[in-house]
Each structure stands twice: as structure tokens, then as C-alpha cells.
């Protein structure tokens, strides 16, 4: 295969001020939960990129001072000759692929209560936290502004020292320069507050003086919104951004343009779809001659050359689609547009620098494996025997191992019971919002068909006998799980039906399966993640009157990892569904359903005549325990080897169950210390001077 002609375009290169782009693709910052704590393993996910043909790959923001500290958020740091020499692990590996690197120099302000360093965040007024932490920012003076840019200037030098191609002045995302360009914050009365002239200074200053400090080193670029505040979806309020960039249009090499609602720019695929950010960004191109680059979890190589070719942008940035899948541009160069691990906009690579760990993708199983584990996307051990496989179940989970262990070279069975494959996923994509999560499904499926060692048989229930009948040497069972009618009271599960009580309980499997409610329903969700929302407005589309109850304190509260609670919530609240927020549901007898407070136990009655119960799965692990028991209960007589995974093994995310699937099909036949599975990325505190790291070292 070869390349289509049509997408010459993002193949070609690009100057940035002094450094050149060998084509179109660019990564731009973004959150790992590695940074500075986990810098080998930052070193190699970032450099699978740049194998994968990424023209330029940025760093995540890199604090510039102990004042701007983001822990639990674990952020990249250019304090001192340490961060050199730990960044210089990354840009080396990134340049021997011909690549450029980028770092993003970031102050916080009052989005930083910089709960490690302890140190004072400081601010352009003594504002609360904006995230929510008790502390206040101090109110910078003169001589704060002038410590500033210095750290700001000694940051770009060490950025430029660590090898980095383009360096960023960040002021955008409710970070401390955003706050001295916001004319509804920004009040001070000195040069460095009031009019435009006067709240663009600092950000002047810094591009200035970051110039000055990299030479023609490096490029600068800035990091800019080019709305002023939230709107609807898709409709710029532009207020004086446009009159602003025109002030500062000419000063950097590059501008990345990205909008003041995080909940689009960073939107999951249920609410904004790719490209979301082309509105916003309407005057951007007929104001500057600098390079722009903007994202939108771009997976579409047509998407990418219409807007290069319309002028929207210059480059295609992308965070999201380089981690689903780091070889996109190779592929597409390649001409294998069906190789490509399309993004689904799930954002569970968000949650990880949300939960303060490394990152993690649903599409990609190999992301922030690179090192510690030595998974690479697209290479593979060849098998270790010549040994036949079988595969029960074909959801994520399974068909991931097979799909792997076809990789592999092994000869593989896949049995599913159902005519179509996917298992959850293909069940979850006919829900509202959910339609990609059927790219996790056609991306499996459209690899093992070029597989002819991989067989997949359909419509095909397999019993302890048929599995024994086959004669594999490896069977694996990936059967998944099924949602509850119970709920889990802290201790075990319970039924909410009184005994005898004639009541309409249903779960998620059965709604998708069809079976829908008829009059007025409560949605009780003690899941916590998005599936609740998503099967109340489900409901609520077919005209019910619908009621969603949680005993968490807000709806969808694992969502915030995924930066959507506050969307879903806004979304639920204007379908009209009404929300009962920490309350547990004690009971259910058919017409009231009875929902007691976590707090102090006062019971309210609602009269509903269903209630859907989105609590917990259990697992479907009759095949692997009737297989067990047929063993006399010791897996070990068996005559092949016997595991599950996946949620048959224990009930989770999507993402995990690919994952499980995945680490099944790399572990086999493979050498692996159970005491020491993975290598640990830390700074060692014997063997070199205290803290430094141990740079390659195992």
C-alpha cells in the first residue's frame, strides 16, 4: 500500500521560526500523570510517537517554580539542571526519529495550591483557589512580576539546554497569565492591569524575553483561547480576543489556538464530535502569518487535509488521537487507513492525570506500558510455541486477546454465543451519545479478518464439553459480566423488593435488550460513571418521566475524572429529568420507590412504577467454574491451560477489559516474575547522589 495522494498535504513541511516540521502532525501538551516523577516512562511513550510519525511531540506543562504546583496532577518541572538532564531522556529519543519536541512553561496561580511544595501561589489579585482547595493566591507585586520572569526566562533556557525545538508561553486554561488577560479579573491599577494595552503587557514581556532567551534555538509559541468566555456550544463569545491577538499576532512563531470551554476543547465523543473547535476559530488565520495549530480529536484523515486546505488551521494538532493510536501518521503515509485505533472520546487518558497516575487509553492497551512493561503499539513478541488457543467471548476483552495472540502467530479459536461481536461495547454504542465506542469493536474485528490464523465462530454457546472437545492447549474465557438487580449496601448485596412484592426492577442489559419501561421510572445509579445518565436520558427520549437518584453527593461522580460530570449533570437537568442526590434506595414495591438520605436517614417516597438499577455486575463465570469443577477443582489437572479475563474476571471499565485481554495475549508463553511485573520508574536512593536519577538504569 502507498500513500493517497490526497493527503500530500500533511506530509509536507513546515517552518516554525527557526526549526522545521517534517510534516503536518502535531502533538500538543498534553497530561500523562508521569511528568516529573516518571520521567523513563514519559521518555519512551513519547518517542513511540515520534517513531509513529508525529512531526512534533510536546511535553506535558512544565512547572517554571515550586510556587506552581499541581500535585496531585503531576506536571513536568524546569526548576533545575535535574529536569535537564530528565528531559534530555525524552527530546534525545524524539529527535533520533526526526521529530521536534515541545515544552509548555506554566504558572498556575489559583489553580495551584501547590499542596506538595507548600509553597505560596501567587496570583494577579489574593483570589480563592479555583479549584476548590481553602487557600488563598498572595496579590503579586512589582517585585513578584520581576521574579517571575525571571523563573519564566531561566525555564526557557533550561528547556532550551534539555534539547526542546519549541518552547511554549502558556496563557490560556485559567492559569495565572489567563488571569492577567481577562478583563473581568484582572483589576489592578498599575501597568499590568485596566486597559488591553496594560493586561497583554505580561504576556508580551514573557514571549519577548523567551525569545531573547532560546536564540534561534528554539521557536516560541504561545498557547491562546480565542474566545473570552463560555458560551453554547459552537458560538464564539469573542468579546476583545480578536483585538488582543491582532496586539500580540506577530511576536510568537507559532500560536496554539484553543476556547475557553474545556468541556468542548477536551469534550467527550457523547456531547462534541471532531473538529468542534473550526467555529472558534474564524479569525485566527486572517489575522497572523505565523504557523496556527489547533486540535479536535482528529481522526479523519479527510477532516485533517479539509482543514489545511480551507485554511482553518496549519497544522493538526492532537492529543487524544496520538494516544489512541501514536502510528496514525504512519499509517496514513502507508496508505492503511484501516489500521488506524480511532479515538473514541471516552477520556479515560484524562482520568489518569485526574487520579495523579500514568495515563491509560480504551483503544490503545500499550499507552504508558512503553517502558515499564515493554509494550509497544504495533510490535509484538512472535509466539512461543506452536500451540493452539481458544478464545470464549468476544467482547472487548476477547477479542483484544485474539486479536493480539493473532498477532502473535498463534492459531487462535474465537467462540462467541451471539451472532454479532463486541459483547458490551457493541451494546453500549446503541445508547445515546456512545456511537464511537463501536470503534473499539470495528477496529478488532477489521484485524483478525486479515488474520488467517484467527478463526471466529459465531453463534457459538460453549459448554464445558465443547471446550474439552476442542482440544486446545490455551483456553481463555472472557464471558464478561451482567449488571444486578441488587445493590451493594456496604457490606453485601441486597435486594430492594419487599419478598412476594410484584415490582418492575430492570438493569442496563435490559433496557438495551429493548425492554422498556411504561410509565414513570427511577433511574438508581450507584455505578457512578457515565452509564446512569446515559440510560436516563435513553428513557427520557421515549417520553418517560424520569427520575435519577444516587447516594453520591453529585451525579455521575466518577465522571469527573473524565472532565464530564458538570456536562452530564447540565445535560440531564435540561431533558427535564429530576435528580435526587445522595439518597440510597431502601426499598421498592412495585408503586413507591422509598430512598433514604445518606446523611441523616430522612426517607422520601417516590411513586414510580420502574425502577432500572445501574449498580453492579456480576460476572458470567459458569463456563470457567463448571471447567474448574470438572477438574475435581484443580485448575492444574486440566489438559490445557484455564484463565479469564476481562470484566469475567473482575467487573471494570472498558478499558480495563482490553487491557486484560491484551496482557493475557503478551504473557503467554512469555517469561514473567509474578513478585516483579513491571520495572518502577523512581528516583534510587542508593547507588548515585541523593536525588538524582538513575538515567537508564532497570
Known amino acids: 500500500m502507498t500513500r493517497d495522494p490526497r493527503y500530500d498535504i500533511l506530509f509536507t513541511p513546515l517552518k516554525i521560526g527557526p526549526v522545521t516540521t517534517k510534516n503536518r502532525f502535531f502533538q500538543v501538551p498534553h497530561c500523562t500523570g508521569m511528568g516529573y516523577i516518571r520521567p523513563r516512562m514519559l521518555a519512551s511513550m513519547r518517542e513511540v510517537k515520534a517513531e509513529g510519525g508525529w512531526g512534533v511531540i510536546c511535553t506535558e506543562y512544565n512547572s517554571i517554580h515550586p510556587s506552581s504546583d499541581d500535585l496531585r496532577h503531576v506536571s513536568a518541572s524546569l526548576w533545575n539542571d535535574s529536569d535537564i538532564r530528565a528531559h534530555r531522556l525524552m527530546t534525545d529519543k524524539i529527535h533520533a526519529h526526526g521529530a521536534l519536541a515541545g515544552a509548555e512553561l506554566w504558572y498556575g496561580g489559583a489553580r495551584s495550591a501547590n499542596m506538595m511544595t507548600r509553597e505560596v501561589a501567587l496570583d494577579l489579585d489574593s483570589m480563592p483557589n479555583s479549584v476548590g482547595h481553602p487557600f488563598q493566591t498572595r496579590a503579586m507585586d512589582k517585585t513578584d512580576i520581576r521574579n517571575l520572569r525571571r523563573w519564566h526566562r531561566k525555564a526557557a533556557i533550561r528547556a532550551r539546554d534539555a534539547g526542546f525545538d519549541v518552547v511554549y508561553v502558556y496563557a490560556t486554561h485559567g492559569y495565572l497569565l489567563a488571569n492577567f488577560l481577562d478583563p473581568a479579573r484582572n483589576t489592578r491599577s498599575d501597568e499590568y492591569g485596566g486597559v488591553m494595552e496594560n493586561r497583554v503587557r505580561l504576556v508580551r514581556e514573557l514571549i519577548e524575553e523567551t525569545k531573547d532567551a532560546v536564540g534561534d534555538k528554539c521557536a516560541v509559541a504561545v498557547r491562546f483561547a480565542a474566545d473570552e468566555q463560555v458560551g453554547e456550544d459552537g458560538i464564539p463569545i469573542t468579546g476583545e480576543r480578536r483585538d488582543m491577538f491582532e496586539m500580540l499576532a506577530p511576536l510568537p512563531d507559532l500560536w496554539d489556538i484553543n476556547i475557553a470551554d474545556y468541556g468542548v476543547e477536551m469534550g467527550v465523543s457523547r456531547f462534541t464530535k471532531e473538529g468542534a473547535l473550526e467555529p472558534y476559530m474564524g479569525f485566527v488565520k486572517s489575522i497572523t502569518d505565523k504557523p496556527v495549530v489547533t486540535v479536535g480529536r482528529f481522526t479523519s484523515p479527510d477532516t485533517m487535509v479539509s482543514q489545511l486546505k480551507r485554511g482553518v488551521t496549519d497544522l493538526i494538532g492532537a492529543a487524544r488521537p496520538s494516544i489512541a493510536d501514536p502510528f496514525l501518521p504512519a499509517k496514513i503515509e502507508a496508505g492503511d487507513l484501516g489500521a488506524i485505533r480511532e479515538c473514541i472520546g471516552c477520556n479515560v487518558c484524562y482520568s489518569?492525570?485526574?487520579?495523579?497516575?500514568?495515563?491509560?487509553?480504551?483503544?490503545?492497551?500499550?499507552?504508558?506500558?512503553?517502558?515499564?512493561?515493554?509494550?509497544?503499539?504495533?510490535?509484538?513478541?512472535?509466539?512461543?510455541?506452536?500451540?493452539?488457543?481458544?478464545?470464549?467471548?468476544?467482547?472487548?476483552?476477547?477479542?483484544?486477546?485474539?486479536?493480539?495472540?493473532?498477532?502473535?502467530?498463534?492459531?487462535?479459536?474465537?467462540?462467541?454465543?451471539?451472532?454479532?461481536?463486541?459483547?458490551?461495547?457493541?451494546?453500549?454504542?446503541?445508547?445515546?451519545?456512545?456511537?464511537?465506542?463501536?470503534?473499539?469493536?470495528?477496529?478488532?474485528?477489521?484485524?483478525?479478518?486479515?488474520?488467517?490464523?484467527?478463526?471466529?465462530?459465531?453463534?457459538?454457546?460453549?459448554?464445558?464439553?465443547?471446550?474439552?472437545?476442542?482440544?486446545?492447549?490455551?483456553?481463555?474465557?472472557?464471558?464478561?459480566a451482567h449488571w444486578r438487580k441488587e445493590r451493594f449496601n456496604g457490606n453485601r448485596y441486597v435486594s430492594v423488593t419487599p419478598d412476594g412484592a410484584d415490582a418492575h426492577v430492570l438493569t442496563p442489559d435490559d433496557i438495551m435488550d429493548g425492554r422498556m419501561p411504561d410509565g414513570p421510572t427511577l433511574v438508581y445509579d450507584e455505578d457512578g460513571y457515565y452509564l446512569g445518565g446515559v440510560i436516563a436520558e435513553k428513557l427520557r427520549a421515549a417520553g418517560l418521566d424520569v427520575t435519577y437518584a444516587t447516594p453520591a453527593d453529585v451525579v455521575s461522580q466518577w465522571a469527573e475524572n473524565t472532565s464530564e460530570?458538570?456536562?452530564?449533570?447540565?445535560?440531564?437537568?435540561?431533558?427535564?429529568?429530576?435528580?435526587?442526590?445522595?439518597?440510597?434506595?431502601t426499598e421498592f414495591d412495585?408503586?413507591?420507590?422509598?430512598?433514604?438520605?445518606?446523611?441523616?436517614?430522612?426517607?422520601?417516597?417516590?411513586?414510580?412504577?420502574?425502577?432500572?438499577?445501574?449498580?453492579?455486575?456480576?460476572?458470567?463465570?459458569?463456563?470457567?467454574?463448571?471447567?474448574?469443577?470438572?477438574?475435581?477443582?484443580?485448575?492444574?489437572?486440566?489438559?490445557?491451560?484455564?484463565?479469564?479475563?476481562?470484566?469475567?474476571?473482575?467487573?471494570?471499565?472498558?478499558?480495563?477489559?482490553?487491557?486484560?485481554?491484551?496482557?493475557?495475549?503478551?504473557?503467554?508463553?512469555?517469561?514473567i516474575d509474578s513478585d516483579e511485573p513491571l520495572r518502577h520508574d523512581r528516583v534510587d536512593v542508593g547507588e548515585t547522589p541523593e536525588g538524582s536519577y538513575l538515567m537508564g538504569r532497570t
Open 590 to 671: 412495585g408503586k413507591t420507590a422509598r430512598l433514604a438520605c445518606e446523611y441523616g436517614g430522612t426517607v422520601t417516597d417516590l411513586k414510580v412504577r420502574t425502577v432500572v438499577m445501574v449498580t453492579q455486575r456480576k460476572t458470567n463465570d459458569t463456563l470457567y467454574n463448571d471447567l474448574i469443577t470438572g477438574a475435581g477443582g484443580d485448575r492444574a489437572k486440566l489438559p490445557f491451560t484455564l484463565s479469564r479475563v476481562g470484566d469475567c474476571d473482575a467487573p471494570a471499565i472498558i478499558a480495563a477489559a482490553v487491557y486484560a485481554g491484551h496482557r493475557y495475549a503478551r504473557e503467554l508463553d512469555a517469561p
Open 565 to 585: 460530570r458538570w456536562r452530564v449533570r447540565s445535560h440531564l437537568m435540561k431533558l427535564g429529568i429530576e435528580i435526587e442526590l445522595s439518597k440510597s434506595l
Open 352 to 480: 489518569g492525570d485526574s487520579l495523579g497516575v500514568p495515563i491509560r487509553c480504551t483503544q490503545n492497551p500499550t499507552m504508558g506500558e512503553e517502558w515499564r512493561k515493554g509494550w509497544h503499539p504495533e510490535k509484538i513478541d512472535p509466539k512461543g510455541s506452536d500451540t493452539r488457543v481458544l478464545v470464549v467471548g468476544a467482547g472487548p476483552a476477547g477479542m483484544e486477546a485474539a486479536r493480539a495472540l493473532g498477532q502473535r502467530g498463534y492459531e487462535v479459536m474465537l467462540a462467541e454465543a451471539t451472532r454479532e461481536l463486541g459483547g458490551r461495547v457493541r451494546r453500549e454504542a446503541t445508547l445515546p451519545g456512545l456511537s464511537e465506542y463501536i470503534r473499539v469493536k470495528d477496529y478488532r474485528e477489521q484485524q483478525m479478518l486479515k488474520m488467517p490464523n484467527v478463526e471466529v465462530f459465531r453463534e457459538s454457546q460453549m459448554s464445558a464439553q465443547d471446550v474439552h472437545a476442542v482440544e486446545a492447549d490455551h483456553v481463555v474465557i472472557a464471558t464478561g
